[in-house]
């Protein structure tokens, strides 16, 4: 499962409303969503909580990039401080420049007089333009280190967590919002630096102004503060409306999906659904210009606002340094390099005041990642026995348990039963009984809740990882789709072997598939993922022919098959069938399978009912006992009797 198919529309839930139901409050299913969670908590946080998590945060990127390369992360904090010492020292040097050009004399002496501060003026700005350079290139050399830090560190939780942990539904929403917080790291940790810039930028141009005349600060306070107040706001306010309207975006969204993607394109048509969808769309669509629209005018409004409260502010600002200037506290040189100052000082407060509102939000959606890793150690498998597994002998199942989580009754309840290596066993039982469950308890994939699963005696737990896995192979009734090639999707089969193109295409043949492979444009070499050029896609029997040869390819001791055929056709089926019997009497083979004529030859078939194992025998003692199975093999075989009649 990929992290956004879970907050895909599932058939299972009402995703869609009835026509009449469009209004503010349709579809009360849809939660927030988890690219929301950084806009929400921005929301409603105020302005102060923003400003007191920011160290905090900062800190954070600053560790994660120091922990992904510590040589660039270095150059950056320098190049980051050298700009800001340039700054102040452009600053000085401008003062200088302006002190010469306005001190008394011939204009051509003045200017020569000025030619070593403007040199000096002129370096400081090469420099910083230098060290501007330096700073892309190592952050530029530092993201994808960064990226790939934080991914794989979340790759490496989800793909080690118990399987149980995606029975969870919180499990599952964490996980998106973290996959979305991976994404924010680098924002977090380049907001981070130009922030440092910005701040840096500021106390250069604070220090300059206060070596020229220390009143200029307080000017320079004046002129600059309201400016930042008044975007820091005016981001809040876009955020709050954001918030407003996730609900009708998501509804979009969900639209977008069912009106444009290949899963639902087939039934859009079947059914005829165009017009209604574009409808849904069209009165979503007008709520949600409205709100725009509103957002707007109040984003418009705000801005506005700051802007005149802004320009007032640095009118009054050069007012003061005009009556300064007349009353002869300062010199014209000062005046005219506090104009200068602060117009650097509201570019650098302006480049702050983004970087804060940016880190803050990619902040929240960090802290989902943070969070997620902290919480997945709950889910992490216990440490791993160091007992090799060893050729299977016996494998014993005893009084095992297992409960999905919110559900009140056990999914296998108290089962106990044995299988001996070369047996074929059949799990058998109406929908729901528990046979899949069962199975993934015997391949270890789950853990019970009470009881002992055992190889060779030895319980499941004091076995080597590794050396049990190598001996099981599983053919899930659920199979996944992997978009690699059909040799690769059969060698996933037995990952950590050498997968000889003749294993491979021996798996293929006991799995009939190796027909339709050879049917294929590039044979085993084709890509079975019609998302990328000359890639393909099967028919769900083909499919599970291919599945049913990953199973095949790990020599196992014990192949677990669950519903391998549910899509074959009927010589497919006697073939793939066949193929399992050949492995009766040398390996162990349990089969899941709703069509009871291809169990007939099992050893031996444990019926499920609602958990609990209720008969086992072979074939022909369970006819004989006239239980369950007897009415299910009875009731199925009289369909194909009826039917010759
Ligand atoms: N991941 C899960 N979370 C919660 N309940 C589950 C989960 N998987 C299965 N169940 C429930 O556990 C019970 C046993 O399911 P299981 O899939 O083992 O049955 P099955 O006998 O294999 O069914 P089928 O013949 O339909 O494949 C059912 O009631 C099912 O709804």
Same mark, same amino acid.
């Given at each position: 499962?990929?992290?956004?198919?879970?907050?895909?529309?599932?058939? =299972?839930?009402?995703?869609?409303?009835?026509?009449?139901?469009?209004?503010?409050?349709?579809?009360?299913?849809?939660?927030? +969503?988890?690219?929301?969670?950084? +806009?929400?908590?921005?929301?409603?946080?105020?302005?102060?909580?923003?400003?007191?998590?920011?160290?905090?945060?900062?800190?954070?990127?600053?560790?994660?990039?120091?922990?992904?390369?510590?040589?660039?992360?270095?150059?950056?904090?320098?190049?980051?401080?050298?700009?800001?010492?340039?700054?102040?020292?452009?600053?000085?040097?401008?003062?200088?420049?302006?002190?010469?050009?306005?001190?008394?004399?011939?204009?051509?002496?003045?200017?020569?007089?000025?030619?070593?501060?403007?040199?000096?003026?002129? @370096?400081?700005?090469?420099?910083?333009?230098?060290?501007?350079?330096?700073?892309?290139?190592?952050?530029?050399?530092?993201?994808?280190?960064?990226?790939?830090?934080?991914?794989?560190?979340?790759?490496?939780?989800?793909?080690?967590?118990?399987? /149980?942990?995606?029975?969870?539904?919180?499990?599952?929403?964490?996980?998106?919002?973290?996959?979305?917080?991976?994404?924010?790291?680098?924002?977090?940790?380049?907001?981070?630096?130009?922030?440092?810039?910005?701040? %840096?930028?500021?106390?250069?141009?604070?220090?300059?102004?206060?070596?020229?005349?220390?009143?200029?600060?307080?000017?320079?306070?004046?002129?600059?503060? !309201?400016?930042?107040?008044?975007?820091?706001? %005016?981001?809040?306010?876009?955020?709050?409306?954001?918030?407003?309207? =996730?609900?009708?975006?998501?509804?979009?969204?969900?639209?977008?999906?069912?009106?444009?993607?290949?899963?639902?394109?087939?039934?859009?048509?079947?059914?005829?659904?165009?017009?209604?969808?574009?409808?849904?769309?069209?009165?979503?669509?007008?709520?949600?210009?409205?709100?725009?629209?509103?957002?707007?005018?109040?984003?418009?409004?705000?801005?506005?606002?700051?802007?005149?409260?802004?320009?007032?502010?640095?009118?009054?600002?050069?007012?003061?340094?005009?009556?300064?200037?007349?009353?002869?506290?300062?010199?014209?040189?000062?005046?005219?390099?506090?104009?200068?100052?602060?117009?650097?000082?509201?570019?650098?407060?302006?480049?702050?005041?983004?970087?804060?509102?940016?880190?803050?939000?990619?902040?929240?959606?960090?802290?989902?990642?943070? /969070?997620?890793?902290?919480?997945?150690?709950?889910?992490?498998? !216990?440490?791993?026995?160091?007992?090799?597994?060893?050729?299977?002998? $016996?494998?014993?199942?005893?009084?095992?348990?297992?409960?999905?989580?919110?559900?009140?009754?056990?999914?296998?309840?108290?089962?106990?039963?044995?299988?001996?290596?070369?047996?074929?066993?059949?799990?058998?039982?109406?929908?729901?009984?528990?046979?899949?469950?069962?199975?993934?308890?015997?391949?270890?994939?789950?853990?019970?809740?009470?009881?002992?699963?055992?190889?060779?005696?030895?319980?499941?737990?004091?076995?080597?990882?590794?050396?049990?896995?190598?001996?099981?192979?599983?053919?899930? $009734?659920?199979?996944?789709?992997?978009?690699?090639?059909?040799?690769?999707?059969?060698?996933?089969?037995?990952?950590?072997?050498?997968?000889?193109?003749?294993?491979?295409?021996? %798996?293929?043949?006991?799995?009939?598939?190796?027909?339709?492979?050879?049917?294929?444009?590039?044979?085993?070499?084709?890509?079975?993922?019609?998302?990328?050029?000359?890639?393909?896609?099967?028919?769900?029997? $083909?499919?599970?022919?291919?599945?049913?040869?990953?199973?095949?390819?790990?020599?196992?001791?014990?192949?677990?098959?669950?519903?391998?055929?549910?899509?074959?056709?009927?010589?497919?089926?006697?073939?793939?069938?066949?193929?399992?019997?050949?492995? $009766? @009497?040398?390996?162990?083979?349990?089969?899941?399978?709703?069509?009871?004529?291809?169990?007939?030859?099992?050893?031996?078939?444990?019926?499920?009912?609602?958990?609990?194992?209720?008969?086992?025998? =072979?074939?022909?003692?369970?006819?004989?006992?006239?239980?369950?199975?007897?009415?299910?093999?009875?009731?199925?075989?009289?369909?194909?009797?009826?039917?010759?009649?």
């Amino acid at each position: 499962m990929t992290a956004t198919d879970t907050t895909a529309p599932t058939t =299972s839930r009402p995703v869609v409303p009835p026509p009449n139901a469009v209004g503010e409050s349709a579809l009360p299913e849809l939660r927030a +969503m988890w690219w929301e969670t950084g +806009m929400r908590a921005r929301a409603d946080a105020g302005l102060r909580a923003v400003f007191a998590e920011i160290p905090r945060l900062v800190g954070t990127a600053l560790g994660i990039a120091w922990r992904a390369d510590r040589t660039r992360t270095l150059v950056v904090a320098a190049a980051t401080v050298g700009a800001g010492v340039m700054a102040a020292f452009g600053l000085l040097a401008t003062q200088r420049v302006l002190l010469e050009l306005f001190s008394a004399g011939p204009t051509p002496d003045r200017v020569l007089a000025a030619l070593p501060a403007l040199s000096l003026l002129a @370096g400081s700005a090469a420099v910083r333009a230098g060290l501007g350079i330096v700073t892309g290139y190592a952050q530029n050399g530092l993201s994808p280190r960064v990226d790939r830090e934080v991914e794989r560190r979340l790759f490496e939780t989800t793909t080690a967590v118990q399987l /149980q942990a995606f029975d969870e539904d919180a499990f599952a929403d964490d996980m998106e919002r973290a996959s979305r917080g991976s994404s924010s790291v680098i924002s977090l940790v380049q907001g981070a630096m130009n922030l440092l810039a910005g701040l %840096a930028g500021l106390l250069a141009v604070t220090v300059a102004v206060v070596v020229i005349h220390p009143l200029l600060l307080v000017a320079l306070l004046v002129a600059t503060v !309201p400016g930042a107040w008044a975007a820091l706001k %005016a981001g809040h306010q876009r955020y709050q409306t954001y918030m407003a309207g =996730s609900v009708r975006r998501r509804r979009l969204w969900i639209l977008h999906r069912l009106m444009a993607e290949r899963p639902s394109a087939a039934e859009l048509r079947t059914y005829g659904l165009r017009s209604f969808l574009l409808d849904l769309y069209d009165k979503v669509m007008g709520v949600e210009t409205r709100i725009q629209l509103d957002l707007a005018r109040r984003t418009t409004t705000t801005t506005a606002i700051g802007s005149v409260v802004g320009g007032a502010a640095t009118g009054a600002v050069y007012l003061l340094l005009g009556v300064l200037l007349l009353n002869g506290h300062i010199p014209l040189a000062a005046a005219a390099t506090c104009v200068v100052a602060v117009q650097a000082a509201q570019r650098s407060l302006a480049a702050a005041t983004f970087q804060i509102d940016r880190i803050y939000d990619e902040g929240q959606h960090f802290r989902d990642y943070d /969070q997620f890793l902290d919480r997945a150690t709950a889910h992490m498998p !216990p440490a791993a026995g160091s007992v090799e597994a060893g050729p299977l002998a $016996q494998l014993s199942v005893d009084e095992v348990t297992l409960t999905y989580p919110d559900r009140d009754t056990p999914a296998v309840d108290k089962v106990s039963l044995v299988i001996r290596q070369g047996q074929t066993v059949a799990f058998v039982g109406e929908n729901g009984s528990g046979k899949t469950t069962l199975a993934a308890l015997v391949a270890g994939l789950r853990a019970p809740a009470a009881g002992t699963i055992t190889w060779n005696g030895h319980p499941y737990a004091e076995l080597r990882e590794q050396s049990m896995q190598a001996r099981i192979a599983v053919v899930t $009734q659920d199979y996944h789709r992997w978009p690699f090639s059909v040799a690769t999707n059969i060698a996933l089969g037995d990952i950590d072997t050498d997968a000889e193109p003749d294993r491979i295409h021996a %798996a293929a043949v006991k799995a009939v598939a190796h027909d339709v492979i050879a049917e294929l444009p590039h044979g085993y070499e084709t890509l079975l993922d019609k998302t990328f050029a000359d890639g393909q896609d099967l028919s769900g029997g $083909q499919w599970q022919r291919i599945t049913a040869a990953r199973g095949f390819f790990r020599d196992a001791d014990l192949l677990i098959m669950d519903e391998p055929s549910s899509a074959l056709d009927p010589r497919a089926e006697h073939a793939l069938f066949q193929a399992i019997r050949d492995r $009766q @009497g040398r390996q162990t083979t349990i089969l899941i399978t709703h069509r009871l004529a291809n169990v007939r030859h099992a050893d031996r078939i444990y019926v499920l009912d609602r958990g609990r194992l209720v008969e086992a025998g =072979s074939h022909d003692e369970l006819m004989g006992s006239g239980g369950r199975y007897a009415e299910l093999f009875t009731l199925q075989a009289a369909g194909y009797q009826s039917a010759s009649v």
